[in-house]
């Protein structure tokens, strides 16, 4: 149980393009979703936090108008990567918590995305 | 603030060989989660371990057991006799306790190297 899907899994587009990445939880409700992103050989780091009905939190330097979040379901968050530049390349990847209770969080398989 | 910290960049051991990767955390807050993922090549979390901040028994599942010593503020991570498939980055991080929304922080990993 408590699975997370991303979508895609990788994507390569040209500099200017939005780019939109899907994360569903299969098989529970989140009320609570986040965004993590990942440079090569660097930790991964908090983007924002996204609850569903409401605005996503983002973290300190992460621009809300460049990562758009929404999450209008109890089982998808979607974030979109506006007029995405190559500094934008990255891998993204994406947790949920059950909606009860103290429930860790299920991480998706991550989206790698290159932006050319 | 919280912060995570995985002072081996990179350990290598040749196979069969004991090795332990170190985690040190730094919170404020009395309730508190403690992690350990694998990050395979392929890039997705697999997770290992969840401990909370009040349970300081140590764990041992299978070939990997976690000393948690909460006087240090350590969370140590242990894989014995290891194998080549342990290959990976492995992750320490540090969560909310109580059921709070907010995101993991995790440390910048440990690169494991298993030599056949």
């Known amino acids: 149980g408590a699975v997370v899907s991303q979508h895609p899994s990788w994507v390569i587009c040209k500099s200017g393009t939005s780019v939109k990445i899907e994360c569903r939880s299969l098989d529970f409700q989140a009320t609570t979703m986040f965004w993590y992103r990942q440079f090569p050989k660097q930790s991964l780091m908090l983007m924002a936090t996204?609850?569903?009905?409401?605005?996503?939190?983002?973290e300190q330097g992460v621009e809300k108008d460049k990562f758009l979040i929404n999450h209008a379901s109890l089982t998808l968050s979607t974030l979109t990567v506006t007029s995405a530049h190559p500094e934008d390349s990255s891998f993204y990847i994406c947790?949920?918590?059950?909606?009860?209770?103290?429930?860790?969080?299920?991480f998706g398989d991550g989206t790698r995305l290159s932006i050319l | 603030a919280q912060k995570v910290t995985q002072a081996q960049t990179e350990i290598s051991v040749v196979e069969k060989e004991d090795v332990t990767l170190d985690c040190v955390y730094e919170?404020?807050?009395?309730?508190?989660?403690l992690f350990w993922y694998k990050q395979p090549p392929s890039g997705e979390l697999v997770f290992l371990i969840r401990r909370n901040s009040f349970d300081e028994q140590n764990e041992i599942s299978g070939r990997y057991s976690w000393n948690f010593q909460k006087s240090t503020s350590s969370f140590n991570f242990t894989i014995t006799a290891s194998q080549v498939v342990d290959s990976a980055v492995y992750f320490c991080a540090l969560g909310p306790g109580g059921g709070g929304a907010d995101g993991l922080t995790f440390g910048k990993g440990t690169h494991l190297i298993i030599q056949p």
């Open positions: 947790s949920a918590r059950l909606s009860q209770g103290n429930q860790p969080q299920h």
């Open positions: 996204s609850n569903e009905g409401s605005k996503a939190t983002y």
């Open positions: 919170t404020r807050d009395t309730t508190y989660y």
